[in-house]
């Protein structure tokens, strides 16, 4: 209760959450160091990063489930989270339908649980168990459970994970209505710069510290995150160049793309650091 | 009526056998069996506690459970051991303190039987004001926190990170555990308490589809064993604990049986 009083006056309506220097130790290892990191309300903001940058880290700090090392990390009072974790499975011993799954850490009235699981395409599962629910039906299942919260904040943890690809560019779709039908604020983690470029108003490139942050366009031309993503950077660039591309990202980078494009780009793919070893690159 | 031992008898094996059965649930659900053991074994310390320091054996045992459950929260904040070897160092170290205490004691005359096993026919208008006062209590707590202790459950994480599992609902719940333990002691022992806990309960995962539906049905089923388990005990003269503990367990391979053929 008492970081509410720490914020300004001016701002402490629209910060949902806020980490301040935030550094995480886990296992004697520094995870993350300096991190600053604020959220509005209405902004979708997106934390990438390779594996093991710290994302998840980040998010669970902010969440109050790991205690940092330094600074501070927290979610403005009164704010109601919505948050779907990147792992989640209910133990088998413990009979859920959806149903109930719905109503686990809120009371939403039968009405309120359809539209929600209606929003993500999954009514038809109100009855079910959640034990047979494919992972990409639980996805959505989990999503409109955070969503029937009604809440101020909504936190996803890698939420296309498990979802197909006609799905995924659908949920991230579905994310940003929420986001301007509700007002709410979002934060998500994401190893995937395509999705990132459609659908977020904020990048935080997150590895072991902040490297950088900005607007979508303005993060994939930094050097930094140049290197950490290498061939889906090229990708992201020529997203914003040429916008007809979004066909091949279904799977790896298509080598035959770069060949095409590969003039306007400094980094390639593993697969063609023979011809940059040959003084191709320049 | 309740001047009818066969009556007092199955009046106090319902009473526990209603409040085991949706305790016993999460018990299972958070896979804390040995939790429950190492908490049964320890009450036996309790009880020798009781009868040196002259105050109610019930008391002694919750003190003693209580104890012992906070102790080994305080003691999981450690790494260098597991939890499994502290549930047993616990268990097996309070029960072996507890035997030898008693031991020590010449003046009095212990039936130690009883207290490993239950003893039906000892079931006093005392004791079952205690059981069903006490049951009545655990209920209540546990309707108190069924929500948040459910939440937690299913994923802690998830519950942590929307506010919807304080910390003191994990408090309440061990809690209620040592105090279910002191009530059931009666009636089936020191030595069965956790299978009346974890048998009924696992008998009704099969026919249950959401966590309240199991809980009922773990109080039924409870209930049934008993009423089942006393029955044998006073036609065929078993002791109670174990033949409220084999009804229990011919519920359970039923509810198997059933399942499968269904």
């Known amino acids: 209760m008492t970081g509410s009083v720490k914020l300004p006056a001016e701002s402490s309506g629209d910060v949902l959450l806020r980490a301040e220097g935030l550094g995480v130790d886990l296992g004697g290892r520094a995870v993350l160091r300096g991190v600053d990191l604020s959220l509005a309300r209405g902004e979708i903001v997106t934390v990438i990063g390779p594996n093991g940058g710290g994302k998840t880290t980040l998010l669970r700090a902010v969440l109050g489930l790991l ?53 993500t395409g999954t009514a038809h599962l109100i009855e079910a168990s959640v ?20 809440p101020d ?38 190893h995937d710069l395509h999705v990132v470029m459609a659908a977020t108003d904020r990048v935080v490139c997150v590895n072991g510290h902040v490297c950088c942050t900005g607007a979508p366009h ?47 780009h400094q980094h390639h793919g593993p697969h063609h650091r023979d011809h940059a070893g040959g003084g191709h690159a320049g | 009526m309740l001047d009818d031992f066969v009556v007092r008898a199955l009046a106090a094996g319902l009473g526990v056998a209603v409040v085991a059965g949706p305790l016993g649930c999460f018990v299972v659900w958070r896979r804390m069996a040995y939790v429950g053991d190492t ?19 019930g008391l002694g045992v919750l003190a003693v459970t209580v104890t012992v459950a906070l102790l080994l929260a305080l003691l999981q904040g450690q790494r260098q051991i597991g939890s499994d070897t502290l549930l047993g160092i616990l268990a097996h170290g309070a029960l ?20 490993l096993f239950g003893d039906i026919l000892a079931v006093s208008i ?42 003191w609902t994990r408090v309440v719940f061990v809690v209620l555990i040592a105090v279910t333990i002191a009530i059931a002691m009666k009636i089936v022992g020191v030595l069965l308490i956790t299978a009346l806990l974890i048998i009924p309960a696992a008998a009704a995962r099969r026919g249950a589809v959401s966590p309240e539906g199991m809980a009922r049905m773990a109080a039924a089923v409870g209930a049934v064993a008993v009423a089942g388990g006393l029955a044998l005990s006073f036609i065929a003269d078993t002791p109670s604990g174990p033949s409220v503990v084999v009804s229990a367990l011919v519920l359970f391979v039923g509810s198997l049986a059933l399942l499968a053929r269904g």
């Open chain 1, 131 to 150: 034990h047979g629910l494919s992972r990409g039906e639980l996805q959505r299942v989990l999503l409109a459970r955070a969503l029937v919260r009604q």
């Open chain 1, 153 to 190: 904040l909504l936190v996803l943890d890698e939420p296309v994970q498990a979802v197909d690809y006609a799905g995924e560019a659908a949920l991230y779709a579905l994310i940003g209505e929420i986001r301007d039908r509700r007002g709410c604020g979002v934060l998500m983690v994401s």
């Open chain 2, 96 to 115: 072996s303190v507890g035997l030898v205490a008693v031991a020590f004691m010449d003046t009095v005359r212990v039936d130690l039987m009883a207290y």
């Open chain 1, 218 to 264: 303005e993060v994939s031309d930094h050097v930094e995150v140049r290197r950490l993503f290498g061939p889906q950077a090229e990708l992201f660039a020529l997203y914003r160049h040429h916008h007809d591309h979004d066909h091949d990202l279904s799977g790896e980078p298509v080598a035959g793309h770069d060949h095409h494009h590969g003039h306007e």
């Open chain 2, 126 to 167: 005392t004791d079952l004001l205690w059981i069903w006062g006490g049951g009545a209590a655990v209920l209540a707590g546990l309707a108190l926190i069924w929500r948040p202790l459910l939440a937690a459950t299913v994923d802690p994480d998830l519950a942590h990170a929307e506010g919807a599992a304080p910390p």
């Open chain 2, 39 to 57: 908490m049964a074994h320890a009450s036996l310390l309790g009880i020798a506690l009781g009868l040196i320091l002259g105050v109610d054996l």
């Open chain 1, 67 to 119: 205690r940092p090392s330094e600074g501070r990390a927290f979610v403005a009072p009164g704010v109601t989270v919505g948050y779907v974790p990147q792992r989640f499975a209910v133990d088998r011993v413990l009979p859920m339908t959806v149903d109930r799954l719905m109503r686990l850490t809120a009371r939403p009235g039968r009405g309120a649980i359809e539209q929600a699981l209606a929003e």
